[in-house]
């Protein structure tokens, strides 16, 4: 049974940046995709990035170029480098898997940490 950990969050204006981590027990991340989803308040969950087991990365629209996932095999941990954020980037951030090997229904993952909150607002 895998055990995740999200930590990171914060207050932050708009521009500015952050990153998320993600640590895991019980299991070896290294062995499967694991993501990023967020979730805002009367919102359905929203994928934000998965990395897979081959380390293949996919992002959600709303974020490309301006985050990125990255995970350190030897700490058993992800990141998610959150670069000029918008106010729209508020959310509830939880890092998931499903333990299959791809990034796929990412939004679905149903193993998941409690979160993180992330507010950029000035």
């Known amino acids: 049974q895998v055990h995740l950990v999200e930590s990171g969050g914060g207050l932050v204006q708009p521009g500015g940046s952050l990153r998320l981590s993600c640590a895991a027990s019980?299991?070896?991340?290294?062995?499967?995709?694991v993501g990023w989803i967020r979730q805002a308040p009367g919102k359905k969950g929203e994928a934000v990035a998965c990395?897979?087991?081959?380390?293949?990365?996919m992002y959600g629209d709303s974020v490309k170029g301006r985050f990125t996932i990255s995970r350190d095999k030897v700490k058993n941990t992800m990141y998610l480098q959150m670069n000029s954020l918008k106010p729209e980037d508020t959310a509830v951030y939880l890092c998931?898997?499903?333990?299959?090997?791809?990034?796929?229904?990412?939004?679905?993952?149903?193993?998941r940490g409690q979160g993180t909150q992330v507010t950029v607002s000035s």
């Open positions: 990395i897979s087991s081959r380390d293949g990365k």
């Open positions: 019980g299991a070896t991340l290294a062995y499967y995709a």
């Open positions: 998931a898997t499903d333990f299959g090997p791809e990034c796929y229904e990412v939004a679905d993952f149903a193993s």
